[in-house]
């Protein structure tokens, strides 16, 4: 697999340095996240744990895939101004598993004996036509 750069950009502001690459990865599968990064991290000299992928788009047919990554200068830069799905993508953060309360079925009501059931809804005439509007 070979990356190529395509634009690079400095952000200080963000501290950061955003790449639009091209992996070209001909009789092979996709490339995987982790691959990736890890080559992106060794051309812009920085460590993988500072690399983000923030996409990945393969061609179908062509062995070639776009993406956009970012380059921080800290981990903590990173994790401050990332999305949260995008960390937990790009493992520096775990997904967090929600435990849920064991759901209790409801305690069916049960008329009591002797006691006359709930009168019905009825619909009169008028109700139940539409209001007839003079015609002039």
Do not use: C, W
């Not at 955003?18 to 599968?29: L, M, R, S, V």
């Not at 500072?50 to 047919?61: A, C, E, P």
């Not at 830069?77 to 953060?93: G, M, S, W």
């Amino acid at each position: 697999m070979e990356i190529e750069f395509i634009e690079t950009r400095e952000n200080s502001l963000l501290d950061r340095t955003e790449i639009k690459f091209k992996a070209t990865h001909q009789n092979e599968g996709t490339v995987s996240r982790d691959a990736v990064r890890e080559k992106i991290a060794a051309l812009a000299h920085s460590t993988k744990e500072r690399v983000i992928l923030d996409n990945m788009r393969s061609d179908f047919g062509l062995g070639q895939t776009k993406g956009y990554a970012k380059v921080y200068k800290t981990v903590d830069a990173a994790k401050k101004h990332e999305r949260k799905h995008i960390l937990i993508r790009n493992k520096l953060l775990e997904r967090e598993i929600k435990k849920e309360a064991p759901k209790e079925a409801p305690a069916a009501k049960k008329p009591a004996e002797g006691a006359a059931p709930a009168p019905a809804a009825k619909k009169t005439a008028e109700a139940a036509a539409p209001a007839a509007t003079p015609k002039k």
